[in-house]
């Protein structure tokens, strides 16, 4: 296994970050994480060594990620691999989500990860090489979850906008990958990372009930392991024609099987007046 490799990883704190960022550094590679607070990444992480760069980072604000992705490249010299992984959920009905509640949402998890592949991409251009992972949620490619419909459209757009990276990025050498996690074992449904309406409509009976579901059930109970995530992603990163497509867990994989197998079916019912609209 190569030990020469620079990872930058978003929201490190916790998470599918968090053990990522501890196999990578358990292995010999050399780690930038960032989270809002330096002391709770290193707290997080269990220390400091040479080979472990903590950084107090603010994905709304374009200084504090170009300053931070300055300081990785002025201490180790080169960004080789970059995960998009901080983001938070955002669990409510479209009619009950305030706008500021939905921009918010955006303002993390598309505009604060599209300021770190602004900040990044330069880097990985002049050396014509490097690997951006941007984490996206089987949710980015299966939307009909009720309550989730702003989250999902935010994962949405980061597949959109990692498909045409993707295109740009490809003549200088770069790869990308996007990854459509399904379940996984993480703190994601927990309180600190997936926020709910502040004025909450009662009639949403579907909603609430999702709420309910994912608070009560499915949290601390996801079938997917993140330490096998983290496997995974390594494994990628070390291929040399990696997939742009990487869903993780089965779960996903068969949601998107479904997905497609539905689209398919439609395609095929309502071909003719699809192919009917030319002149």
């Known amino acids: 296994m190569e030990n020469n490799k620079v990872w930058f990883i978003t929201g490190a704190s916790k998470g599918i970050g968090l053990v990522l960022a501890k196999k990578l550094l358990a292995q010999g590679q050399k780690v930038a994480a960032t989270s809002r607070t330096k002391e709770a990444l290193i707290k997080a992480i ?14 709304t604000k374009e200084s504090s990620v170009k300053n931070a992705i300055e300081t990785t490249v002025n201490q180790f010299k080169a960004i080789d691999v970059l995960v998009n992984n901080a983001g938070y959920g955002l669990l409510g009905a479209l009619e009950e989500l305030t706008d500021e509640e939905s921009r918010k949402n955006y303002e993390v998890n598309v505009f604060g990860l599209l300021n770190v592949i602004r900040n990044t991409m330069p880097y990985m251009r002049a050396n014509k090489s490097g690997h951006i992972f941007n984490i996206s949620s089987v949710g980015g490619y299966v939307g009909n979850f009720p309550g989730w419909g702003i989250y999902c459209s935010t994962k949405f757009a980061v597949a959109g906008l990692t498909e045409s990276l993707s295109a740009e990025v490809k003549e200088f050498g770069v790869n990308v990958t996007l990854v459509y996690p399904g379940y996984f074992r993480t703190d994601f449904l927990k309180d600190s990372s997936l926020l709910l309406p502040e004025n909450p409509i009662a009639e949403y009976k579907a909603v609430r009930e999702s709420e309910s579901a994912h608070k009560d059930s499915i949290n601390e109970n996801q079938p997917g392991d993140p330490e096998k995530l983290a496997d995974a992603l390594i494994k990628v990163s070390q291929d040399q024609n990696p997939p742009l ?29 699809s192919v009917s609209t030319g002149f």
């Open 46 to 59: 269990g220390g400091t060594s040479p080979n472990f760069l903590p950084l107090e980072m603010d994905l």
């Open 245 to 273: 497509h990487l869903f993780l867990g089965e779960d996903a994989f068969n949601m998107a099987n479904q997905k497609i197998a539905s689209i398919q079916g439609e395609l095929e019912k309502w071909k003719s007046v």
